[in-house]
T-cell receptor, first 115, second 108 residues
Framework: EAGVTQSPTHLIKTRGQQATLRCSPI?????VYWYQQALGLGLQFLLW???????NRGNFPPRFSGRQFPNYSSELNVNALELEDSALYLC??????????????FGQGTRLTVV | GIQVEQSPPDLILQEGANSTLRCNFS?????LQWFHQNPWGQLINLFY???GTKQNGRLSATTVATERYSLLYISSSQTTDSGVYFC??????????FGAGTTVTVRA
């Protein structure tokens, strides 16, 4: 069974450009979470999608947005890129709510570099 | 939001040593997980443990939900155990919140 897959693995963008990151959850999982991990720091919650809807959002500006498609895959868009957006972006999937076992599984991440 | 504190922040071990990592959280939770982040950034699931005790090889974990803490035990440490260990909790808002991590270095 395939795990959570993210693409691309690495992405280099220029300040002011837009970046699009993609995530495919584990088959049967309906919830997708996005996290940002800046170099040497912990994981900061960005967005949570479940059944196609945005359910929760972290403390990030509106230029961080995303969506979840009918097949439960997800896209994270970052507009007007700034140098401090350089980070590892991690996607996780779970079986969704309301289910007791909501163990989260993570993809390998997309390393975004803004120059 | 919920506060998740991990201790110690850094741990240096000699190969073969045992260690205990701690995770304290400020509110009741539905879910608690321990992860190991490898040098390439991948988060590896270690334990899904909202309560009780689990063991997997040289690793074991205990969560005492009523007292709001969890412990991760590493026995007979190996150099491959090096990396960052994260505790993550899911309170009632269903948002998995991470601690700052414990960086473990195992020396041969």
């Amino acid at each position: 069974e395939a795990g959570v897959t993210q693409s691309p693995t690495h992405l280099i963008k220029t300040r002011g450009q837009q970046a699009t990151l993609r995530c495919s959850p584990i088959s049967g999982h309906t919830s997708v979470y996005w996290y940002q991990q800046a170099l040497g720091l912990g994981l900061q919650f960005l967005l949570w999608y479940d059944e196609g809807e945005e359910r929760n959002r972290g403390n990030f500006p509106p230029r961080f947005s995303g969506r979840q498609f009918p097949n439960y895959s997800s896209e994270l868009n970052v507009n007007a890129l700034e140098l401090e957006d350089s980070a590892l972006y991690l996607c996780a999937s779970t079986k969704g709510q309301p289910i007791m076992n909501t163990e989260a599984f993570f993809g390998q991440g997309t390393r975004l570099t803004v120059v | 939001g919920i506060q998740v504190e991990q201790s110690p922040p850094d741990l240096i071990l000699q190969e073969g040593a045992n260690s205990t990592l701690r995770c304290n959280f400020s509110d009741s939770v539905n879910n608690l997980q321990w992860f190991h982040q490898n040098p390439w950034g991948q988060l590896i699931n270690l334990f899904y443990i909202p309560s009780g005790t689990k063991q997997n090889g040289r690793l074991s974990a205990t969560t005492v939900a009523t007292e709001r803490y969890s412990l991760l035990y590493i026995s007979s440490s190996q150099t491959t155990d090096s990396g960052v260990y994260f505790c993550a909790v899911e309170p009632n808002d269903y948002k998995l919140s991470f601690g700052a991590g414990t960086t473990v270095t195992v020396r041969a």
